[in-house]
């Protein structure tokens, strides 16, 4: 027995060793690819800014140490890290030539979160590279799966880099309603991974940006000086970037000097950093427009001719093309229409032109085929401009609303959720260590609940109690004020004047109308048949006194039982004898009032419409209001006590005869509970 014991504890050592030396090769070969990882992230981050500040220094070390590096990962990171350093020196050339290697590299690899980061670096530099040139429907292609690709790798951080390169092709797109959520999430992910305030510069200039596209100066104006803020903290592309937006914004306006003030900083900043030549060429290409717009056409032929072979070389259809819409202008400048037609037949716009190009081109050839004669042409031209108009003004609405609408994303908050997993373990902990009180404030909660209860219960009854002392107050005040004083006089001097046996019927109707209104006023509620019995037999009194023009109509909809239907009493007569005594007693032809019921979804509604002018508050004859005021605070405290409530409305109508009317309208919800 004893022997067994130790062979077991023989074999479970022969099994851990079996484990470990394995597992110790594993580590050693491990612990050298993360050294060499962990001295690449070393060398980036101390060396990052070196990318624009001398990126031929910086490609020559990341090739040095590329040919040092044994582990293939981190060789096509630093080949990535050369690669972006093209960008900033304008070789296209060279770039594409680097992408193919590292995206050959990348397609042969089995996936890590490495590997993930690898592929966002080159998606991002090839949309960059497809942007420079114009292609920009397969630049904002590459952004996006630069974003799909870095969520599933490590560096979260330089996610806000990617999304503003997203948000400012979304934008040339003519999208800005989605360029704004991508900054906005750019934000939030600066936010959420507390990144430091100049991180958010790009992102203020590009909103900045789109604001200018929908030429909504005021909110430019507001983002460009958040960006501004730090200026001096900027690097020469920022500030590059930052300058021309300024200068593009005082160029809309019609500012062209101040814009032009813009455009020279930047060409003096780029002296100082002459692998900015994309920036320097851009910037000639705005100072020429801008003297264009003054009639200075020596200096616009001298900026043509600076930053033209430039962009030839580069193919950029967009440069391009507002290239020869410069020259087209300049030729009608110098009424050689010959040139410009000549012009016109040689430059053709491509899908990737922005609209803006398109814009400014459509104003010169307007200016062009008006001072040829052809009005056609240029109204057609006109209207397009003005289409085109009506479409940012239309994007500034949506962008407006996306402003508000799209701040906080799900993909953002995971992505926070990410970077604070590893807090959740503490977290956990502490939710442990504070069970026990967690449990005592439940318990003083559910003493507080408790308390809450009663009191509400108490208070409750109080109110209870206070309804039904109002109620009983509306139903005696609604016994003094319901029988026009007015009405019943002038019957009585009738029937005494008259003392006729055929018209004693119409006093029978006047005791029957006094002895009906005051079993109503004791009542809360009656059945739509009981009211219209009422409404009918104050109606046959006031035919006499309105004469034959007086026409009332009650329609009650088939699908509505009156005797199944109830309502407050006193609902529609109130209405009604407001409609007879303010409204069509003075009213010279045709009196109508109708009296309507029909169902809608979830209940009835009840209508009673007049011709006699509409409702004025200001009129002298619009009574006390007593009536409807007892009415509306009867039905305040009814819908207290019932989820679904009695809706009242009363306006004033446009009736098919072109009169105009007052409609009284009752909306009384099925279930309604007239139980106090």
């Not at 991180?199 to 900045?208: E, P, T």
């Not at 590059?240 to 500012?255: A, E």
């Not at 260590?433 to 809450?452: H, P, Y």
């Not at 739509?528 to 019995?533: M, R, S």
Request: charge should be neutral; charged fraction near 25%.
């Amino acid at each position: 027995m004893q022997v067994g014991k130790e062979n077991r504890v023989l074999i479970l050592i022969l099994l851990c060793l079996a484990v470990a030396l394995p597992g110790a090769c594993t580590y050693k070969g491990g612990s050298g690819r993360v050294s060499e990882m962990q001295e690449f992230d070393s060398f980036f981050s101390t060396h990052s800014d070196s990318v624009v500040m001398a990126p031929r220094w910086m490609k020559a070390q990341a090739l040095q140490r590329m040919e040092r590096t044994k582990d293939s990962m981190v060789r096509y990171n630093y080949l990535a890290v050369a690669l972006k350093t093209c960008l900033a020196t304008s070789d296209f050339d060279s770039a594409q030539l680097l992408l193919r290697q590292v995206e050959a590299f990348a397609g042969r690899q089995p996936f890590s979160h490495r590997l993930a980061d690898l592929q966002s670096e080159c998606f991002n530099i090839k949309g960059n590279v497809y942007s420079r040139k114009g292609y920009i429907d397969s630049a904002a292609v590459c952004f996006k799966e630069a974003y799909e690709a870095r969520l599933k790798g490590t560096k979260f951080e330089v996610i806000p880099d990617i999304l503003i390169n997203l948000a400012d092709a979304t934008n040339h797109l003519g999208r800005p309603d989605m360029g704004a959520f991508w900054y906005r999430k750019a934000l939030l992910m600066c936010d959420s991974l507390k990144m430091p305030y100049r991180k958010k510069i790009s992102i203020y200039y590009g909103l900045s940006q789109g604001y200018l596209a929908l030429r909504d100066y005021e909110q430019c104006d507001y983002y460009s000086e958040l960006a501004g803020k730090n200026y001096a903290d900027m690097f020469p592309d920022e500030k590059h970037f930052y300058l021309n937006n300024r200068g593009n914004s005082y160029y809309y306006r019609g500012d062209y000097s101040t814009a032009i003030g813009y455009f020279r900083k930047v060409v003096e900043l780029v002296k100082d950093y002459p692998d900015m030549s994309w920036a320097l060429n851009l910037s000639y290409l705005n100072l020429s427009d801008c003297f264009l717009q003054l009639n200075k056409t020596d200096s616009v032929v001298k900026y043509l001719e600076l930053c033209q072979p430039f962009f030839e070389e580069l193919g950029s259809t967009t440069a391009l093309y507002y290239i020869d819409t410069q020259k087209i202008e300049l030729a009608l400048q110098c009424k050689d229409f010959a040139e410009a037609r000549r012009l016109l037949a040689m430059s053709k716009a491509s899908p990737e032109i922005d609209a803006d190009m398109i814009h400014i081109r459509n104003k010169y050839l307007q200016q062009f085929y008006e001072e040829t004669g052809n009005y056609r042409q240029a109204y057609d031209y006109l209207k397009e401009n003005k289409r085109l108009d009506d479409s940012i003004r239309n994007e500034r609405i949506r962008m407006r609303t996306a402003d508000l609408t799209l701040r906080y994303q799900q993909d953002s908050t995971l992505m926070a959720h990410k970077v604070l997993f590893q807090k959740q373990e503490n977290e956990m902990l502490i939710l442990r260590q504070t069970r026990l009180v967690t449990l005592a404030v439940a318990v003083i909660a559910l003493l507080i609940a408790a308390f809450l209860f009663l009191y509400n219960r108490k208070k409750r009854d109080l109110l209870l109690a206070q309804n039904r002392r109002t109620v009983s107050t509306l139903r005696l005040e609604n016994i003094r004020n319901r029988l026009s004083p007015h009405f019943i006089f002038n019957v009585l001097n009738q029937e005494v004047v008259n003392r006729k046996e055929e018209e004693k019927q119409e006093l029978v109707s006047l005791v029957k109308l006094m002895r009906r209104n005051l079993e109503l006023a004791e009542q809360l509620c009656v059945t739509l048949a009981e009211e219209l019995d009422f409404v009918k037999t104050y109606i046959d009194l006031e035919r006499r006194s309105l004469g034959a023009t007086f026409h009332p109509v009650i329609e009650i909809a088939g699908d509505v039982l009156p005797e199944q239907v109830w309502l407050p009493s006193m609902m529609i007569q109130i209405p009604v004898e407001n409609s007879v005594k303010h409204a069509l007693r003075g009213k010279e032809g045709e009196r109508n009032l109708w009296i309507a019921a029909d169902r809608r979804e979830g209940g009835v509604c009840i209508r009673i419409t007049d011709n006699g002018g509409g409702y004025h508050p200001e009129s002298r004859n619009r009574g006390t209001g007593t009536g409807m005021k007892v009415i509306m605070q009867t039905i305040q405290i009814l819908n207290m006590k019932n989820q679904a409530a009695i809706d009242i409305s009363v306006h004033n109508v446009t009736l098919p005869s072109g009169e105009t009317g007052c409609e009284v309208t009752f909306l009384l919800p099925d279930k309604y509970d007239y139980r106090i």
